[in-house]
Every structure is written in C-alpha cells, then in structure tokens.
T-cell receptor, first 109, second 113 residues
C-alpha cells in the first residue's frame, strides 16, 4: 500500500460546480498536511496547508480527518482556471514530504 | 518575490554524457530537496540537505547520481554517465525544515537520447 494515495481522476466538472478530492495516508504519526496545485509542465505550487480544525481560503476548503486518515480539498464555484493536477503531501515528522500521485481536474465551460 | 531558481530549464544530451543541474534555494531556507518527476512514477525524492549537510539520498541511484551543496546558495545534482531512463523533470525545492511547507523551483526538463 502506498503511503499517500489519491484518485488519479480525471474529474471532469462544469464551471460553477463543487468538486471534492480525498487523499488517504497510511502513517498515523503524520503531522502536517498540504495541498499543492500543478499545472501542465510547471512546478507544484503550494495551494494551502491543512490544519486540524480545517481551513478555508476563498473557494477552497481543506479538511483533516485523523480518525480515518485522510485529507480533503473542496473547490466551490469551479473556474476554468482551476483545471490542474492537485497533489496532496504529508509530513511524517521529518523534514520530508510524501506526495500523492495527484488528482487531475478538468473544468469545462 | 523570493523563489527557488533552477538552471538549466531544459537539457538535451546524449547517453553517457555528464549532466549538472543547479538550484538556488530561497534565501534563509535551511532545507533543500531534489525530486524527479515522471508520468509513471510521480514525484520521487532523490536527496535532501539540511543546513548543507546531506541527510537522505536513499532515493538516488548511487552509482551515477551525486548531490552536493557547496554553499548555502547553491545545490547541485549530477548524473554521470546519463542514461535514457534518466529522462524526467528534476525539481529542486526548499523550506524551513521541520513540518513545514516546501517551495519548488521551475524544474529542469532533461532528455537523454
């Protein structure tokens, strides 16, 4: 079993839709969690950190469920510009991040 | 606007040649990471440094890859000799260590013919 798993998608959604991705992790000692966005042929860019209490940044909401060992990313009112691959990353207590393979989102008009 | 820089952005070389990739981390960051990304494998950690000391290079093929940090503003990744299977995008990232975020450079797209 991989340490961090994501549904590769693609998720094809119309503009204005709400879409949610999950990311499961296997190490219960994991301590911090992040969502990155990666556009085609670009580097991953930090989208948001995921806090225990959940956090929101505009149309984006991240949640952590420690009991079930997953994090989620909710995107409301999807825009064409949200089309990208979304990577989750998990820190297990060292400096290192373990990345999922990403979930591809395609928003269509 | 602080960011990680990498050179070269693209490199095409022939099998057997030496390849050197360079990274300048964000000023003040004390951890530097080298990743490789392919369609098949996703993002793989090759090596990382904290305060310029190599802490983990278990992801790197030891016989042909080497990573160094000659000073706090420069990290290098060398492949010698290069092979076609090394074709990938190589990203450098830096951070403040601990449980914090990492910030990625634009990557070096390597093609080995």
């Amino acid at each position: 079993r991989k340490e961090v798993e994501q549904d590769p998608g693609p998720f094809n959604v119309p503009e204005g839709a709400t879409v949610a991705f999950n990311c499961t992790y296997s190490n219960s000692a994991s301590q911090s969690f992040f969502w990155y966005r990666q556009d085609c042929r670009k580097e991953p860019k930090l989208l948001m950190s995921v806090y225990s209490s959940g956090n929101e940044d505009g149309r984006f909401t991240a949640q952590l469920n420690r009991a079930s060992q997953y994090i989620s990313l909710l995107i409301r009112d999807s825009k064409l510009s949200d089309s990208a691959t979304y990577l989750c990353a998990v820190n297990t207590g060292t400096d290192k991040l373990i990345f999922g393979t990403g979930t591809r989102l395609q928003v269509f008009p | 606007d602080a960011r990680v820089t990498q050179t070269p952005r693209h490199k095409v070389t022939e099998m057997g040649q030496e390849v050197t990739m360079r990274c300048q981390p964000i000023l003040g960051h004390n951890t530097v990471f080298w990743y490789r990304q392919t369609m098949m494998q996703g993002l793989e950690l090759l090596a990382y440094f904290r305060n310029r000391a190599p802490l983990d290079d278990s992801g790197m093929p030891k016989d042909r890859f080497s990573a160094e940090m000659p000073d706090a503003t420069l990290a290098t990744l060398k492949i010698q000799p290069s092979e076609p299977r090394d074709s990938a995008v190589y990203f450098c990232a830096s951070g403040l260590g601990g449980r914090g975020e990492q910030f990625f450079g634009p990557g070096t797209r390597l093609t080995v013919l």
